[in-house]
């Protein structure tokens, strides 16, 4: 960024300096985009002290500053002319030379003032289009001659009652909030300009300062067009400050007529003529001393001078706050991404690794969340074991059924082995339900935790497409690990009634009856009794099983869930990455573009702050 607008090649440590510093900070905010509005940025614009010449159209505010600065250089015309505020930076220099300089064409002088007239205009029209519209975008204008004080004034466009053809009818209420957005500012000084043929009670200058400033304490009156009284009037009760009181003396001037406009009368000259008439109208002579726009450019550099010494501490104090909030801001937002493939795809993997210790975190209960799982396997999955009511599947005619298909057309000899399996098959295979239940559980939470991560992870924010495409990768393993694990889970059901556990049919009481005792009738072995003695021996058989995969399923499901998701959930998502071009990168740090404008901003406004603090610091140490 240029900062050619605040760092100076020399400076002394005098009053006039501290103008001179508070004018570079203005151009500074101006080029670095701090027009004082922008509600969402801190601003140091409304910050510096700043005299702000406000007037109706017809109260000659403009032919006030051409007097103060001695040259003619403001658009004339019908209408709204001033149109932006125009920031008036006037360097007192040695020498005969006078000339002119803008803030948008720094290295071009003009020292023709009717070129400078020119440029107002056509600058206004690059921003506000020729429209006739208004824009709080200020123009600079430094001009430096021997025959000025060193002051800044800032010229508002002036207050209306009436839009003009190829205006919008809002533009009275435009012009006016744009005054009051300015003045109402407690740094800034009112120099409030009233024609004196009118009646003080009508100035708009007075009616709208009163408002912001009704104490007069910050406010300038002053009173032009006096020459043009109707004759048997005058303003000395005005000027002695009888009929309207300010904190500071009301000071008149005496403008050039239009007739020595046109006739392009010198305004040292006019000056000249100025003086005289105050020292030689009787009804203003006891006043001339403090009258006429030479005075008035004096009694503001002065003024000025003073408040912007008084300002300077709290000045430093609110520069030093605001750099540590921009520099936060900063580092919360993250570094702007790397030109070359290499940073790219550090950068990701960076992002990545920060992403997945979060997971991890919640995992290992550093972060909420992990104990979910837990849940899962301690009160989740018991309840829905105990939610199958295998007694009411091993009913009396159930097992009847079972036993008596399992015998087909011979019945059994001595014990029902067939019916003993398909009963305890047809148990256990209710248990994948639960199972499947406890790896789908698992895996939603791994799930939500995968987002809650991303959330977390702060640098994910400022690129949409990589936060789109890591969630993916992550949710695509954990959709890989649940299959797997599922597998796994209903492995270790289907294991168990594929292979029954002997020495449990081993240690059952050995009973003659309960076998197949050829003195039974066939009716006699299908009794309800014997049937009970079966139908208890499988669900004895089927608890102790359950009871096995209590534990051991969630043990599976931690396997190749859990454990696979804390060590390579992002595996695959690295393995695609070390075969993406840099366009490839790039389009996945493809930032938020209002990040990207948010990271400019503030990296600009951050300069700007920096480059004050550090002039500041300069002029108190010369001081």
């Known amino acids: 960024m240029d900062t050619r607008f605040i760092h100076s090649t020399h400076s002394s440590p005098t009053m006039e300096n501290l103008i001179q510093l508070v004018n570079k900070i203005q151009r500074a905010c101006t080029a670095l985009g701090d027009h004082g509005e922008e509600g969402a940025m801190p601003t140091l614009w409304d910050a510096l002290p700043s005299i702000a010449v406000v007037g109706g159209q017809s109260s000659g505010k403009s032919s006030v500053l051409e007097s103060v600065v001695g040259k003619d250089f403001l658009p004339r015309g019908s209408g709204i002319v001033t149109r932006r505020p125009l920031v008036l930076q006037l360097h007192k220099i040695d020498g005969e030379r006078e000339y002119a300089e803008f803030m948008h064409l720094p290295r071009k002088k003009f020292t023709d003032f009717a070129a400078v007239r020119q440029e107002i205009a056509d600058e206004t029209d690059r921003e506000t289009g020729r429209s006739k519209g208004i824009s709080s975008v200020p123009i600079h204008l430094s001009i430096y001659?021997?025959?000025?004080?060193?002051?800044?004034?800032?010229?508002?466009?002036?207050?209306?009652?009436?839009?003009?053809?190829?205006?919008?009818?809002?533009?009275?209420?435009?012009?006016?909030?744009?005054?009051?957005?300015?003045?109402?500012?407690?740094?800034?000084?009112?120099?409030?300009?009233?024609?004196?043929?009118?009646?003080?009670?009508?100035?708009?200058?007075?009616?709208?300062?009163?408002?912001?400033?009704?104490?007069?304490?910050?406010?300038?009156?002053?009173?032009?067009?006096?020459?043009?009284?109707?004759?048997?009037?005058?303003?000395?009760?005005?000027?002695?400050?009888?009929?309207?009181?300010?904190?500071?003396p009301w000071i008149g001037v005496v403008n050039r007529s239009q007739a020595d406009i046109n006739k392009q009368v010198d305004m040292i000259a006019a000056r000249k003529r100025e003086n005289e008439y105050f020292a030689s109208t009787p009804e203003y002579r006891h006043l001339a001393s403090r009258m006429g726009s030479v005075h008035l450019g004096k009694v503001l550099s002065k003024h000025l001078e003073v408040v912007i010494k008084s300002r300077i501490p709290g000045l430093q104090s609110l520069i030093s706050k605001t750099i540590i909030e921009l520099e936060t801001e900063l580092n919360r937002i993250g570094k702007p991404i790397a030109a070359d493939t290499g940073g790219k795809l550090y950068l990701i993997m960076e992002i990545c690794r920060t992403f997945d210790q979060i997971f991890k975190d919640h995992l290992d209960g550093i972060r909420?969340?992990?104990?979910?799982?837990?849940?899962?396997?301690?009160?989740?999955?018991?309840?829905?074991?105990?939610?199958?009511?295998?007694?009411?599947?091993?009913?009396?005619?159930?097992?009847?059924?079972?036993?008596?298909?399992?015998?087909?057309?011979?019945?059994?000899?001595?014990?029902?082995?067939?019916?003993?399996?398909?009963?305890?098959?047809?148990?256990?295979?209710?248990?994948?339900?639960?199972?499947?239940?406890?790896?789908?559980?698992?895996?939603?939470?791994?799930?939500?935790?995968?987002?809650?991560?991303?959330?977390?992870?702060?640098?994910?924010?400022?690129?949409?497409?990589?936060?789109?495409?890591?969630?993916?990768?992550?949710?695509?393993?954990?959709?890989?690990?649940?299959?797997?694990?599922?597998?796994?889970?209903?492995?270790?059901?289907?294991?168990?009634?594929?292979?029954?556990?002997?020495?449990?049919?081993?240690?059952?009481?050995?009973?003659?009856e309960k076998g197949g005792n050829p003195t039974h009738s066939l009716f006699d072995r299908y009794n309800d009794a014997y049937l009970r003695r079966i139908a208890t021996t499988v669900l004895s058989y089927v608890n102790m099983i359950c009871g096995t995969l209590r534990h051991t399923i969630p043990k599976s499901v931690v396997y190749c869930q859990v454990r696979e998701a804390k060590r390579s959930l992002l595996d695959h998502f690295f393995t695609e990455l070390g075969k993406k071009e840099g366009k490839q990168l790039a389009n996945l740090l493809n930032e938020d573009p209002a990040i990207m404008q948010r990271r400019a901003t503030l990296a600009k406004r951050l300069e700007l702050y920096r480059s004050a603090q550090t002039e500041i610091e300069a002029v108190v140490w010369e001081r």
């Open 368 to 512: 909420p969340g992990g104990e979910k799982i837990y849940q899962v396997f301690d009160n989740q999955f018991p309840a829905s074991l105990k939610r199958l009511q295998f007694d009411k599947h091993l009913s009396m005619d159930n097992v009847r059924k079972l036993i008596t298909e399992a015998d087909g057309y011979q019945p059994h000899l001595i014990a029902p082995e067939q019916g003993y399996r398909r009963l305890i098959e047809s148990c256990l295979v209710l248990i994948r339900g639960p199972a499947e239940a406890a790896v789908d559980a698992v895996h939603g939470i791994l799930k939500d935790l995968i987002h809650k991560s991303m959330s977390e992870t702060v640098e994910l924010k400022q690129y949409p497409t990589l936060r789109v495409e890591l969630g993916n990768a992550a949710v695509n393993s954990l959709e890989r690990m649940k299959e797997e694990s599922k597998k796994a889970a209903l492995l270790l059901v289907d294991m168990e009634y594929g292979y029954l556990t002997v020495e449990f049919f081993r240690k059952l009481p050995q009973d003659a």
């Open 145 to 248: 001659s021997p025959h000025v004080v060193n002051l800044t004034l800032v010229d508002l466009p002036g207050l209306t009652k009436v839009a003009v053809e190829g205006q919008p009818d809002s533009i009275v209420q435009d012009i006016e909030n744009m005054v009051r957005a300015f003045i109402e500012k407690p740094n800034c000084i009112i120099l409030a300009i009233s024609p004196a043929n009118q009646d003080l009670a009508t100035s708009d200058a007075i009616k709208i300062s009163r408002e912001v400033d009704p104490k007069g304490e910050r406010t300038f009156g002053v009173l032009t067009k006096i020459d043009l009284m109707d004759k048997g009037t005058d303003a000395v009760e005005i000027l002695e400050g009888k009929s309207y009181k300010l904190n500071f």
